[in-house]
T-cell receptor, first 113, second 115 residues
Framework: AQSVSQHNHHVILSEAASLELGCNYS??????LFWYVQYPGQHLQLLLK??????LVKGIKGFEAEFIKSKFSFNLRKPSVQWSDTAEYFC???????????FGTGTLLAVQP | DTGVSQDPRHKITKRGQNVTFRCDPISEHNRLYWYRQTLGQGPEFLTYFQNEAQLEKSRLLSDRFSAERPKGSFSTLEIQRTEQGDSAMYLCASSADRGGTDTQYFGPGTRLTVL
């Protein structure tokens, strides 16, 4: 069965620090990968996605993610976080002949001003 | 696009009661999904529709749960004989079928509390 692991459950950073959130998935075939973000009091929003092509994907608000097939990973990065990046971040995968998203458990990011 | 809307946003009910939630997808999105999210977890897939056809159902969707999308537009999710374990956020998402994997856009969710 497909699964997604997010190893960092809770991350606390100071403003301007660099961010990397880990995401690993288990599925041997072709995958489509997503990062969603949920700001406090708001609904899930798409941050970025990878379907094919360049494994380095750029999203909104300066976020990027790199798909490394050999490591089954899709880590999220941002060189310099802001207080407004405080949110919960979810990695998700679609694999095989299905349209259902399989989500990780999420990483709660708190950025201190 | 006006976004995915869900109604109600909050529902408190007593154990054993039936509840029904509604989801209105982004207009012209022919795919509609239901997910459930409990505290500390990511959303878990429940079911999805392409137009009015229910194409996939999770094993999480017990026989107390039923979802419909009668005209291929809005959808309802009904839970019969609610249990305390049904307390969760119920999320709806929609997407447009463009011949491959599509991007799902989420609504604000309905938070269900079963007392």
């Amino acid at each position: 069965a497909q699964s997604v692991s997010q190893h960092n459950h809770h991350v606390i950073l100071s403003e301007a620090a660099s961010l990397e959130l880990g995401c690993n998935y288990s599925y041997g075939g072709t995958v489509n990968l997503f990062w969603y973000v949920q700001y406090p009091g708001q609904h899930l929003q798409l941050l970025l996605k990878y379907f094919s092509g360049d494994p380095l994907v750029k999203g909104i608000k300066g976020f990027e993610a790199e798909f490394i097939k050999s490591k089954f990973s899709f880590n999220l990065r941002k060189p310099s976080v802001q207080w407004s990046d405080t949110a919960e971040y979810f990695c998700a995968v679609i694999g095989g002949a299905t349209n259902k998203l399989i989500f990780g458990t999420g990483t709660l990011l708190a950025v201190q001003p | 696009d006006t976004g995915v809307s869900q109604d109600p946003r909050h529902k408190i009910t007593k154990r054993g009661q039936n509840v029904t939630f509604r989801c209105d997808p982004i207009s012209e999105h022919n795919r509609l999904y239901w997910y459930r999210q409990t505290l500390g977890q990511g959303p878990e897939f429940l079911t999805y529709f392409q137009n009015e056809a229910q194409l996939e159902k999770s094993r999480l969707l017990s026989d107390r749960f039923s979802a419909e999308r009668p005209k291929g537009s809005f959808s309802t999710l009904e839970i019969q004989r609610t249990e305390q374990g049904d307390s969760a956020m119920y999320l709806c998402a929609s997407s447009a079928d463009r011949g491959g994997t599509d991007t799902q856009y989420f609504g604000p969710g309905t938070r269900l509390t079963v007392l």
